[in-house]
């Protein structure tokens, strides 16, 4: 890591109180979820919460809606198995993919994945860059023995779905910069509900490299920032440099090993959250696929998946446009092309860089005592976009949600209103009721 994270203010005022929902909810959260699940068994849990929040809760009114819109093309499970093509298969007529990359909307198809391998086509199609050879082949070499070497002892995160414990599909690990770091991570941060038990301390090569992903991402986001409108950032993007403080490593041991369709979690980046992802050994696809809000005839296409190769040593920047609007996945491969030093292993490092001002000591808490996971609406139109702290409970083993949840005030930066210069909340409502 290039730097500790800054020393947190213990002046600092507590969160704003935050709105509550009526004990029926508290006690039903998970129940409701369970019958909608049932009756939508193509939707997947984040999609089911998203609607429940939305309709206040009401169970009916959830699948009505959701019953009028199409179903498996939203879900992102049971999906047909994808046509694979290369980009240039997506050419209109005798076009050339080149002339093609102009109007990027009209690239992906339902159904199809559209596979990308240069990093001007990333860049044009997707809210990613990647660079490749991102280090020399030496460095690249000794950062992979190092954590090939830590990797035996990576453990599988146990999440719940509905009534179920489930496995993750690949091993890993977190890493931070110092001992005192380390036990911070132990006894206040929450995962799934829980504290990680099995925090590292970043090792040697990991650290060296972090400083270098640390320039190549900042210059990234500058220049990923022209493309935007006034060469502005976005809404809620923080205009602050990004400095990697914590690191997760995954191990994916061979074709079958995956992770699924997520988002990754906002609670401790903020929002417009920019993530640095090194991948060294085995290539495999990192898939994407845009949230389409309301899906019909017209937008159906948006949502096809795109699956970009990430060979060994390639860095990609996944921007701040991602998250909020973006799922992505590690798919499981077929074949696999062994590598040299790895042999069918894959090592990917996600450099993420986690704000002070989230620290669970300053974020909202639910009725649980817990500290709150924060999350975007993805899905409902009307409320797509916006911030809520809700109770964890919903998302870990064997907990009872409380069904917490407010909206979250953000600044224009991204900053909440316990945050030194705050300037206001820009994360105001659509409507007046809940998400
Ligand atoms: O392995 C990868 O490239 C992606 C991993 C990922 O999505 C994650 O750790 O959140
Ligand atoms: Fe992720």
């Known amino acids: 890591m290039t730097e500790p994270p800054q020393k947190r203010r213990k002046t600092s005022p507590p ?5 509550q929902t009526d004990d029926e909810e508290v006690q039903s ?8 699940a049932s009756l939508h068994p193509d939707r997947s849990q984040d999609v089911l919460l998203d609607y429940l929040l939305a309709y206040d809760g009401v169970v009916g ?4 809606a959701l019953s009028s819109t199409s179903t498996q093309a939203n879900t992102g499970q049971k999906r047909a198995i994808g046509y694979q093509s290369s980009l240039s298969a997506f050419a209109i007529g005798n076009k050339a993919a080149s002339d093609v990359a102009t109007a990027p909307k009209s690239l992906t198809k339902k ?3 559209l596979h990308l391998y240069s990093p001007d086509d990333v860049e044009a199609h997707t809210p ?5 050879n991102f280090l020399s082949p030496e460095d690249a070499d000794v950062l992979l023995q190092e954590l090939l070497a830590e ?12 009534d179920r414990t489930v496995q993750s599909p690949h091993t890993s690990k977190f890493y931070v910069d110092t001992w005192e770091e380390q036990q911070d991570q132990k006894t206040e941060y929450m995962y799934n509900g829980g504290a990680v038990q099995d925090v590292g301390k970043t090792p040697p090569e990991l650290l060296r490299v972090s400083h270098i992903v640390r320039k190549t991402v900042n210059a990234e986001i500058q220049r990923r920032m022209e493309r935007h409108v006034d060469s502005k950032k976005l809404k809620f993007q923080s205009p602050d440099e990004w400095k990697p403080n914590v690191t997760f490593v995954n191990c994916y041991a061979g074709g079958n090993e995956s992770v699924g369709w997520h988002s990754d979690h906002l609670t401790y980046l903020g929002p417009r959250a920019v993530i640095g992802s090194l991948s060294l050994g085995v290539a495999r696809e990192f898939r994407v696929r845009k949230i389409v809000p309301q899906v019909d005839d017209s937008s159906a296409d948006e949502q096809g998946q795109i699956a970009i190769h990430l060979p060994h040593n390639s860095l990609l920047v996944m921007h701040a446009e991602m998250q909020e609007e973006w799922k992505h996945s590690i798919a499981p491969a077929k074949s696999i092309d062994p590598h040299p030093v790895a042999g069918n292993r894959r090592l990917n490092v996600t450099y993420r860089c986690y704000r002070d001002y989230l620290h669970p000591h300053r974020t909202p808490r639910c009725k649980c005592g817990v500290p709150a996971v924060l999350r975007c609406v993805q899905k409902r139109a009307v409320t797509r976009g916006r911030y809520m702290w809700m109770c964890h409970a919903g998302f870990s083993v064997g ?16 900053r909440p209103p316990w945050a030194e210069g705050y300037k206001g909340n820009a994360n105001l409502p659509a409507v007046e009721t809940a998400p």
């Open 61 to 64: 009114d959830v699948t009505n």
């Open 29 to 36: 959260t998970d129940f409701k979820l369970a019958v909608l």
């Open 15 to 19: 969160p704003a109180p935050a709105q």
């Open 128 to 132: 990613c860059s990647i660079i490749h």
């Open 399 to 414: 907990q009872k949600s409380c069904a917490y949840y407010a909206w979250a005030d953000f600044d224009e930066d991204g």
């Open 151 to 162: 990797a035996g002892t990576f453990r599988r995160d146990e999440f719940q779905m509905f």
């Open 111 to 113: 159904g199809r994945t």
